[in-house]
């Protein structure tokens, strides 16, 4: 798939997404018995790897490089799930600074996550692992904008939409926070 899409769009990056990777662990009887950060980090450094070889960037979204937007190692489902049901939390910091490519592009959604200073901290974070970030789902209210925009690693900001693409859609929801 990716070299169709790399044939079609001859892009300068890539964005492979990686936020959705909220697995019930010891399912799947292939990687049940597997440290689940060791098999994320494994399928990030083998798409960087093959992107790499073609000289094109990866990006990915960042919470699974955050213990603080999905904790650590195993944690309970956020939804109702049976009893001893495990979900893979984030990466440490350790495991990140050994395991992932610092020249992966990062989309920082946690820029205000959970709080706006808990915000600041991850975008932190993020810079002294050595990344470069985008604040991904950007807003027209940053707090202390003017300042965070200025530190390390920060490089700029995409707004999202999270919806069906219609005229419609983006002039009641959208349209606001994209001009702002």
């Known amino acids: ?12 990056v890539v964005h492979v997404g990686h936020d959705e990777w909220r697995v019930v662990w010891g399912d799947c009887p292939r990687c049940k018995d597997k440290n689940p950060a060791e098999v994320y980090a494994h399928d990030i450094r083998q798409l960087h790897g093959y992107l790499a070889s073609k000289n094109i960037r990866m990006m990915i979204w960042c919470d699974h490089l955050l213990e603080s937007a999905r904790g650590p190692s195993f944690a309970p489902p956020k939804w109702n799930a049976p009893a001893g049901t495990r979900i893979a939390g984030a ?3 350790e495991q990140v600074k050994a395991w992932i490519p610092k020249d992966i592009l990062l989309m920082n959604w946690t820029w205000d996550y959970p709080t706006d200073q808990a915000g600041e901290e991850n975008e932190r974070l993020l ?22 925009s200025r530190g390390r690693g920060v490089i700029g900001g995409a707004p999202s939409a999270w919806l069906s693409t219609t005229e419609f859609n983006f002039g009641k929801d959208v349209i606001g926070g994209f001009i702002g």
């Not at 798939?1 to 300068?12: H, S």
């Not at 810079?127 to 965070?148: C, D, H, K, M, T």
Request: charged share 25%; no cysteine.
């Open 1 to 12: 798939m990716l070299d169709e899409y790399i044939e079609v769009t001859q892009p300068k």
């Open 127 to 148: 810079s002294e692992l050595g990344f470069e970030q985008i604040y991904g789902n950007l807003r027209s209210r940053v707090p202390n904008y003017a300042a965070r």
């Open 91 to 93: 990466l440490s910091p």
